[in-house]
């Protein structure tokens, strides 16, 4: 909603949600359709996400 309209946003994700957003993250700059075309974030912080046993974005 907001890239669509050109404002940046900030991510906080835990646990799961910051797997979330690192799928996100990969599959924008892998341009998998799946996910949106354009996302403009700034910054993100993850709090208690397993990123060692994570294997999405690797």
Do not use: C, F, N
Not at 3 to 20: E, F, N, P, R
């Amino acid at each position: 909603m907001y890239s669509a309209k050109g404002q940046t946003v900030d991510l906080v994700g835990h646990s799961m949600g910051g797997l979330i957003i690192r799928a996100a993250l990969a599959g924008y700059a892998k341009g998998d359709p799946t996910w949106p075309d354009t996302l403009y974030v700034e910054d993100v912080v993850t709090l208690g996400t397993p990123h060692k046993a994570a294997w999405l974005g690797a």
